[in-house]
């Protein structure tokens, strides 16, 4: 008899400390409520209560990342965009997590939720896509400050991603093809303007010595030649023909030697003028020469007779 009423009382107490013993995990706080009022806060390990009385309740501690839905706002320069985040938060006091809000969790996603429309409504388009950091600081701080009386600290806040209309992302791809298309036009016309000062620093000091225009002219010939063409094509500037004209010694006229017409070179930068230079005297070989009198014949002639006159 009195074994049984032990093993009964081994049994009982055992089933006690089964319901009277709970275990907190190190990255939890159990809250302890004793008919339904806090009680106090158990650390990390195994911990005791009263059964039947006391009632723990877990709250995690752990940085807590909540995705923010895409929200859809005008902002403040009139274009429609959609901006989604991310929140990175977690529960410093688990008493004003659990009794002053009933669902934290659903608190802090509302509430970032409105502050990001209230960032969408604040800010111009491209503050949103080139001025991030001081968006999240300022989001940080709306969601921050009705979190703290809940329990809740928001380490930071990430905007991830921003949706822009097809017809405003067309418009800014043609805005920054023109912007490029500008650049490169610059570039490209202070590219001539240099190469045309250097040409004309060339043309100079190449005029002052013509040898080194002739040497420059046999370079062109070499590297066109370098490329194994067939067909040659040689450029033949004027100025060459004037030092050829200078350095060749003029030869004097035979007045004996049959005389013989001369060309004329034209300048390939002036037009031919045929009009306005004298043309040369050619006989043509259809017509007789012009055979001068002979002074014999002429006295043989008899002289012509004189009109006569009536006097009468």
Known sequence: MLSSIVGAGVVVG???TAASARVVTQFEKGLIFRFGRVVGTREPGLRMMIP???RMRKVSTQIVTMPVPAQEGITRDNVTVRVDAVVYF?????VLAIVEVQNYLFA???VAQTSLRSIIGKSDLDSLLSNREELNKGLEIMIDSPALGWGVHIDRVEIKDVALPDSLKRSMSRQAEAERERRARVISAEGELQAS????????QMSESPAALQLRLLETVVQVAAEKNSTLVLPFPVELLRFLERST???PANPQ????TTASVARADEPAAVAEQPAAVVERADEPAAIPPNPEQRQLDPPDEAPTTDRG
């Open 14 to 16: 055992g089933v006690l």
């Open 108 to 110: 802090v996603g509302q």
């Open 257 to 260: 030697a049959p005389r013989q």
């Open 197 to 204: 000062k250097m040409l004309a620093q060339a043309g100079a």
């Open 249 to 251: 010694p003029q030869v």
């Open 90 to 94: 977690r529960v410093f006091d688990p």
């Open 52 to 54: 039947f009385v006391d």
